[in-house]
């Protein structure tokens, strides 16, 4: 099946600074990818969907300004916490669409990446 | 909006067993249905789906029929092994304004002891 990778897996950040995440499409190119956040024991929230050359779209009480998105090519999007705080510490979760027209259009997963702020 | 509605875990078994987790969705329109599980450690997989009302989907012994008269699509395995150990999410991903969004249940933590 289709793999999506996340870097980095892990990361501890101090309060104040930025930390950009990666979600990559390893053999198909994904037009659409979308940003999750899950909290311990809760679901996924969706925070935003991302399109190859377009600004990303934010689900309604996310901050676009806090989580800079960019999708600047067909394999690639990024995830970026600005100004960081403790309250930002989370699981972060990407997906990846098939193409439109692609039999099935599914989503796949990244293997997700724990941010804790200090 | 859209809505998924797990049973509340953890869920404990023994090897064996028979389990049942279950699903209950809100929607507008004719949403397609799923569950994806989460093994420790790794990202979320595509169990099963179903995209309209009646059809079943199955994969690994587990199996779910999504019901529309009862807005519920509950997963199903007659004998769970120690490797299903995992957390389960429901989801559904709607049409209209919503369209290509999954819309997530909380998960269910499923442990199976020897």
């Known amino acids: 099946g289709a793999v999506v990778s996340q870097h980095p897996s892990r990361v501890i950040c101090k309060s104040g600074t930025s930390v950009k995440i990666e979600c990559r499409s390893l053999?198909?190119?994904?037009?659409?990818m979308f940003w999750y956040r899950q909290f311990p024991k809760k679901s996924l929230m969706l925070m935003a969907t991302?399109?190859?050359?377009?600004?990303?779209?934010?689900e309604q009480g996310v901050e676009k300004d806090k989580f800079l998105i960019n999708h600047a090519s067909l394999t690639l999007s990024t995830l970026t916490v600005t100004s960081a705080h403790p309250e930002d510490s989370s699981f972060y979760i990407c997906?990846?669409?098939?193409?439109?027209?692609?039999?099935?259009?599914?989503?796949?997963f990244g293997p997700g990446t724990r941010l804790t702020v200090t | 909006g859209n809505s998924v509605t797990q049973m509340e875990g953890p869920v404990t078994l023994s090897e064996e067993a028979f389990l049942t987790i279950n699903c209950t969705y809100t929607?507008?329109?004719?949403?397609?249905l799923f569950w994806y599980v989460q093994y420790p450690g790794e990202g979320l997989q595509l169990l099963l789906k179903?995209?309209?009302?009646?059809d079943k989907g199955s994969n690994k012994g587990f199996e779910a029929t999504y019901r529309k008269e009862t807005t519920s699509f509950h997963l199903e395995k007659g004998s769970v092994q120690v490797s299903d150990s995992a957390v389960y999410f429901c989801?559904?991903?709607?049409?209209?304004?919503?369209?290509?969004?999954?819309?997530f249940g909380q998960g269910t933590i499923l442990t199976v002891h020897p």
């Open positions: 991302s399109n190859e050359g377009s600004k990303a779209t934010y």
């Open positions: 053999d198909f190119q994904a037009t659409t």
């Open positions: 929607a507008t329109g004719y949403p397609s």
């Open positions: 989801a559904l991903k709607g049409g209209g304004t919503s369209y290509g969004k999954l819309t």
């Open positions: 997906s990846a669409r098939e193409p439109s027209g692609h039999p099935g259009g599914e989503q796949y």
């Open positions: 179903a995209t309209k009302a009646d």
